[in-house]
């Protein structure tokens, strides 16, 4: 019942690095030139994205409840109302990270044209909250509830071709109060809503909440849904809200976006094993590709080397040689790669993105953009750079091992 729909539209955003196939210091400058570019389409899209889109459409950051809702709820919602928003609405509004505080209350019931009903999901809302909130929602049809509006209501676009009307037709709302009597409204369409989910836009109606507490015989809300500033506030203003309410003995519970999101932790889970695969794979082709470049460049320079140790250098010296140029091979190639994707990510964006089409069960698509995220960037600098490193140890080892005389004797 905390989340009745809850979904999200995946973004695809990757990000990494693209290590050339071969550098040399001084000598064997990109003797394979831009092969491992392919590695800068690895690194993932959609954690902020369609989590914007889940707390933009639906859920807030944050929604409180009553003390229970969440294991009884489902069974009787009216039973754990909220009949004190006014006195938690000010407790809230003094942490300066709440950017809006809103109500909800949600019903069942059937929506009648006279001739044809249909099942509907009602919602009470607070319009001029909820337009800020609730930005992802786009008005295919007349307008939005306002602060004025009376007696009128918003439906889904697939609601409304199922009961065939337009904006201006007027509606029936049936459902049973919190005592269990038969009830009804009448309101007037003026706008039609859609978002992301067919599912959500075949039932939902938004109505204003204090018609939807006299259609129910009640004063309090169901749910109190914030917005917060930033999405990584999340956890701190949960724990400190949580925290408040205990000191203050308020019988209240709370839960976070991502608790209610559960399509969303789903899809996450599935990509990040996908995508843990494809690094490790990746992980591979790049340690072989430098590995097998260290060798022919060892192959090449073994007279080198054995002059070298004749003149006096000793083994530790050209290990160290030998290393250094592996990990030159991965910065330069790390950094090539970052800048090449930076480049290709803000042509992306700048030409506005990459049209989606609509997955199962989404009502439309959605425009890709490329998030350039600087803690991924480090890490791919900084992977990059290790398995280079560690794809030179073993021919440089080999290297190290040859006898002098075998050195400067071979061809």
């Known amino acids: 019942m905390a989340n009745d729909y809850d979904g999200a539209a995946c973004l695809a955003q990757c990000l990494a690095q693209s290590p050339p196939d071969r550098y040399d210091p001084a000598r064997n400058c990109f003797r394979h030139d831009g092969d491992y570019c392919l590695w800068w389409l690895y690194r993932v899209c959609f954690r902020r994205a369609p989590g914007e889109s889940v707390i933009r459409t639906q859920l807030g950051h944050i929604q409180l409840y009553k003390q229970g809702y969440t294991e009884h709820g489902l069974a009787s919602p009216y039973t754990y109302l ?12 003094e942490l300066p990270q709440v950017q809006v505080v809103t109500a909800r209350l949600t019903f069942s019931g059937l929506v009648s044209t006279g001739e044809t009903s249909l099942p509907g999901r009602g919602t009470g809302i607070i319009p001029e909250r909820e337009e800020v909130l609730n930005t992802l929602e786009t008005i295919v049809a007349g307008v939005p509830l306002t602060r004025q509006s009376t007696l009128q209501g918003v439906i889904g676009h697939e609601l409304r071709k199922a009961l065939g009307v337009k904006p201006g037709d007027f509606l029936t709302m049936l459902t049973t109060t919190v005592d269990g009597a038969l009830n009804g409204l009448n309101f007037q369409l003026i706008g039609v809503g859609q978002t992301d989910l067919l599912e959500y836009d075949s039932v939902f109606v938004k109505l204003p909440l204090p018609e939807v507490q006299a259609l129910l015989n009640t004063q309090g809300v169901e749910r109190i849904v914030l917005l917060l500033e930033h999405t990584d506030q999340t956890a701190a203003v949960a724990a400190h809200l949580q925290t408040r309410f205990a000191a203050l003995g308020m019988p209240l519970e709370l839960k976070t976006w991502e608790e ?13 094993g996908i995508f843990r695969v494809i690094k490790v794979i990746i992980a591979f082709i790049v340690f072989f590709s430098i590995a097998n470049t260290m060798t022919m460049s060892i192959t090449e320079r073994v007279r080198e080397i054995g002059t070298l140790r004749a003149m006096g250098t000793k083994r530790q010296g050209i290990l160290q040689l030998f290393l250094l140029e592996g990990f030159c091979i991965g910065i330069a190639g790390s950094c090539l790669g970052v800048l090449s994707g930076v480049l290709t990510a803000w042509i992306i964006n700048v030409s506005g993105g990459i049209t989606i089409p609509p997955p199962p069960g989404m009502s439309r698509g959605y425009i890709s953009l490329i998030l350039i995220v600087p803690g991924v960037i480090a890490y791919a600098v900084l992977s990059t750079v290790l398995v280079a490193g560690l794809s030179s140890l073993l021919p440089v080892l080999s290297a190290v091992r ?5 050195a400067l004797r071979h061809t």
């Open 402 to 406: 040859l006898q002098v005389v075998e």
């Open 82 to 93: 909220i009949e004190n928003f006014a006195e938690i609405e000010a407790l809230v509004r």
């Open 260 to 272: 209610m999101a559960h399509f969303y932790r789903r899809v996450v889970i599935l990509y990040h």
